[in-house]
Every structure is written in structure tokens, then in C-alpha cells.
């Protein structure tokens, strides 16, 4: 670990004044300072009369200190020994956790940062200084005014003159209340509970001084919420519940593969299987799965999407997930939901294993404020079993999927009971058969050719097929009486945009062209990388991008 003057090297940062309250030493030390101190104790932990066995337990659970929960929840999941004795380090990185998020003193703030910071958050777009003005104000604005009431509730005191500090305090406490709430939920779940402590409804005595501060929140109906996004109102299709599904699938595959080396032997697949004797679609992968935590705070959270969560897209992970809320799309057309799920962090030794799991059921006919888990065994992955409303025709369902998926680098197998789909895993042009139909021979007889273009730019798949005839004057797309275009005997041509096999509308070819590209034949791309495209929250349209617009000048190149 280097001392200062080497950190400052490495970071190209020199020694002048104010060099403590540089943004790269901030942000280094921000990101670093748990994984600094665990080397820092591996060099001197004899000097420090600190037993070596344990050092690399220490290390994880400083380390924790910068995990979210989830992280938290897996990866101090092992069992540990100190001494002769089991140490529950996942509980024991929750206490210290909270005692951090806890500790108010104006000690903890390095000379020069508050103020530097005062001015960089002039700048609204600034979020990076606005959540480091935040972390640093708790400590002034608080102080030491920070107790635990004897009924276990947390108690913190403020005097403020200015609304904008006491508004940031408030802000600052909120995240601090689903911090410890979060981790008294992993810490119920240890043999013995030790955290006493109450994170729900901390107690605020935070006051202004010649002002009448109200802080008004915005407050939800949670259960019509649930009802608006569950319903035919914001889903106008009966499809989008299994195209979300299936996303959400997908995602779990594509995230799992990201994470996984080639000795883990990962084979991701995704099963839909349509059983109408008793009008019920499963739709199982074998991707992530999903943790108690994964479920309470993401999968249960309407609106918080776990592609939200930063340490998900760490490592430069481009995911597919939006808006948090696609799930819920289920309800336009099931009355229940049965899933099962186990994360794939928990899985040791081979990718087929079993590991532990959950159960439960989810349903919004009987709105319900809690969850009943029971545990289980499975592979690692998720399955989601969906009870059918009666007035919903099965075959719709599925065959909808024709329109909306185009292809998946995931395998994806479609059983239709004893009837087997498997999604290509490439896009795939329509034959001439296909496109003409009912005209097809007379297709033939017209002498109708095929111009066949495919181009792969990194991880965008271009595809395009023309219908023309070649008569006397050269080549056409008029038919042999010169009058009519080849349009009319074409059934199926257009155009289409998807990521990740999923289609979606947009205006990628909107450019200009001597003919009509989408009346003469067929044109399909695909991008196996999401990131960078923004959606309408249906997720059947592109919106302007940067992202959209270099696809549109890739267009134009290939036509």
C-alpha cells in the first residue's frame, strides 16, 4: 500500500496546498479507503499484536463497508473460524455498518473538502459532489446529537439556520433509515439476533431557527399504484407479460454469464412452457436467481430496478433492465404467481449444483403487506409459474412472441405443450415463400429475384433483403406489365430494430432512400448491446439518443 507521497504520485497529484481536498484523492480515497486498510493491517499487523490467522477476515469486512446489500448478504456468506470458534462475519459487517452509519463527528471531515464541495454542488449536474456534501453536512449539522431511546428507536437533534442544510440533513437520514433497515434484515436472519436497534421511523427533532420548515413529501396509494401498473391501462397487450418475463429472464442469463469464467462450465437457457390443462405458463432460467434481499428490496419494490443498483453494473456490465416495474405487467393476465429463485454466488463447486433457495407467491387480487417464504433447494436461477385468468386465450400468448422476439444469443426453447419453438440465436431473413404467401407462385412466375446484404459491425447485426426483377430495362422493382410495384404480392416486408432480440419501435430508418425500404422488402437489426438506448416505458420504442444516433449513421453507410 503506498504512503501518501507515492499515492499522490500515482495519481498525478502534487503536493501544494489544498492538495487534501483534491476531487481524485477524494474519490480514490472514497472508493478505496476499505480495501487500503485491510493491506494496511496485513503489513503491520504484528506491529499492531493482531492475530494473522484473522487478517483476511478483517479485510472482508472492511470491505463490506462499501458493498451493497446484496453483495453484503452473498460474499460473507462463508463460514468462518477464529479461534475455536464460528465467526458470523455477514452479522458481524452488519453491526459495524450500522455503527458507521450511526457515528456523527466533525472529526471525519478532511480540512478544505466542505467548502470546496459548498461550491462544486452550485452546479446542479454535479451528483458526485452533491452525495459527498451530503455524507460530510450529517456530521455538522448533527454533531454528537445522536442517541438510542430506551425503546430501541434511534433519536437525532439538529439546529439549522439554513432550510437547504436542514433539507440535505433530512435527505441524509432517509438514506440512513433503509440502511439500517436493510441490514437489520440480514441481521434477523442470524441464530442470534444482536442488533436491537430500530431502523424504521427514526425519531427527528431537526429544528430552524426563525422559520416554519415543513417538509412535504410526496405520498403514494401503494395498493393503486400496484393496480395501475398491473393493469390494461399501462400494458395495452396481452404479450408484454411474457416479453417482460422473458427479458427479465434474459437479463439474469446475460448478468450470470458476465460474472462467470470459463472454468464455471455456465450453459444459460431459458425455458417457456405452456401447459393448457390446467392454463398455466412457467417460465424458468438458470441465470442469477435472486437472494432475500434481491427479492425484498428489488424484485417486491415497485419501481426499483436491481440495474439501478451501481455495484450491479460494475465491471462495465451493459444491462438490459430499465424501470423496475415489468413484472408487474404479469397481472393483466394471471390472478397469482408462484416463484421460486436461488442466487448463483451461493452455488459451490460445479455451475449444476443445488444450492438454497426460496419459494413464494405473489398476487394483487388479495393485496397483501407481507411475504411468506419457505425454503428450498434448487439450481441456481429463477422459475415463475403464472396461474392464468379464465377470460385469457394461452395461444395468443405465445403466438404474440412472434412480433415482439427476433432472436436471442441466449437459447430460449418455447414448449407449447408437446410442441417445441427454439428462438433462433441469430436474426433471421424471411424466405420468399414467407414474404409473398398466398402470391408465392405467382412470385415465381413473375421471375421475382432475391438481393440478400449482411453486415456485423462489433455487436450490431445488419440484415436486408430486397425482392426485385431484372426485366428489359434493366433492374426493377415494378412487375413484368410495368405498372404495378412488387408491393403488392409482398405480405410480411418491413423493418425492424431489436435489443437483444427484443423488438422495438423506432425511426433507426428514417433515412433517406430512392425507394421504399420497408414496401420492397425486409430489413432487420439487432444490437446485442443495450446500453445507451432509451425507452418509452413499454419498452416497445426507442427514443433519441447518442446511442440511436450512431446507429443512424450506421444505417445510412450500409444503404
Known sequence: MPNSKELLEKLGISMEEGWKSNDMLQSHLRDYHSERGGLFIDRHYEAL????????????????????????????????????????????ACILCVADSLEYSETRIVDGVLEMLKERIKNETDREALTSYRENMKHVCVGDSLAIGGDNRIIISGTFNDPEVLNLTHKTIDYIEDWVRNYIDIDYRSPLNRLLVLGDKVVRNLTILGSDFVRLGIRIKKDHIIKLISSNSTWTYNSAAIKELLQNSVEACRYRRFNSSSADNYSPKVTVTLDKKNRRITISDNGCGMSRNTILVNFLTVGNSRSMDTTYSYRSFKSLARFGIGFWSVFTIASEV?????????????ATNNTDGLQF?????????????????????????IHIKPEIVLDNLVSGLNDILLCSEIPIEIWNDDELFVVPTNVILPTLKNITE???????????????????????????????????????????????????????????FA????????????IDCVFNLGGVGFVICNTNNPDGFIFNILRLELLPSKRQQEVIDLNRVCL
Not at 339 to 350: L, Q, R, V
Request: proline fraction near 1%.
Open 49 to 92: 499484536n493482531f492475530p494473522k490467522n484473522l487478517v483476511s477476515s478483517l479485510n472482508l469486512l472492511m470491505k463490506a463497508h462499501n458493498m451493497s446489500i446484496n453483495q453484503l448478504d452473498v460474499q460473507l456468506s462463508n463460514r468462518v473460524a477464529g479461534g475455536e470458534k464460528e465467526l458470523n462475519l455477514k452479522q458481524l
Open 338 to 350: 408462484d416463484i421460486s429463485t436461488a442466487p448463483f454466488e451461493f452455488i459451490k463447486g460445479n
Open 361 to 385: 407467491s405473489v398476487s394483487v387480487s388479495e393485496f397483501r403487506d407481507y411475504t411468506v417464504f419457505k425454503e428450498i433447494t434448487r439450481i441456481a436461477g429463477t422459475k415463475i409459474s
Open 438 to 496: 398466398a402470391k408465392y407462385e405467382f412470385a415465381l412466375f413473375q421471375k421475382i429475384k432475391e438481393f440478400v446484404f449482411e453486415k456485423q459491425y462489433d455487436e450490431l447485426e445488419f440484415k436486408i433483403k430486397l425482392l426485385y426483377r431484372t426485366g428489359s430495362n434493366g433492374t426493377t422493382f415494378m412487375l413484368e406489365d410495368g405498372h404495378n410495384s412488387i408491393m403488392i404480392i409482398t405480405k410480411t416486408s418491413g423493418i425492424r
Open 499 to 510: 435489443t437483444c432480440g427484443f423488438a422495438v419501435n423506432t425511426k433507426l430508418f428514417d
